[in-house]
Nanobody, 124 residues
Framework: QVQLVESGGGLVQAGGSLTLSCAAS????????MGWFRQGPGKEREFVAG????????YYAGSAKGRSTISRDNAKNTVGLQMNSLKPEDTAVYYC?????????????????WGQGIQVTVSS
């Protein structure tokens, strides 16, 4: 089992950048595939980015591709999401998720563990 805690959210102006971080508990972090999701007001939770256990394989949603970078540090038990050129439509609660398998799921049902979420607000 793993516990996840997100940090780094907040208010940013459109066009700005923000880096989210997710700290995981436990000594087996490297065995978990990690993902970032978001849920905007009145919207369903959607996939943003995912990264394999080794960090070699990465997937991005179309809305994030080219503007976001997912990374992980297995020595520090952290996964990050750097977001650039932020838009007001990026406003959402962002969640870190984990699954103990080699495949990188791109749907929320593919993840077993979730953080509590962190608010990101992009002002126009």
């Amino acid at each position: 089992q793993v516990q996840l805690v997100e940090s780094g959210g907040g208010l940013v102006q459109a066009g700005g950048s923000l880096t989210l971080s997710c700290a995981a508990s436990g000594r087996t972090f490297s065995t978990y595939t990690m993902g970032w999701f978001r849920q905007g007001p009145g919207k369903e939770r959607e996939f943003v980015a995912g990264i394999s256990r080794s960090g070699v394989t990465k997937y991005y949603a179309g809305s994030a591709k080219g503007r976001s970078t997912i990374s992980r540090d297995n020595a520090k038990n952290t996964v990050g999401l750097q977001m650039n050129s932020l838009k007001p439509e990026d406003t959402a609660v962002y969640y870190c998720a984990a699954k103990s398998e080699s495949v990188v799921p791109t749907t929320s049902s593919g993840y077993a563990y979730w953080g509590q979420g962190i608010q990101v607000t992009v002002s126009s």
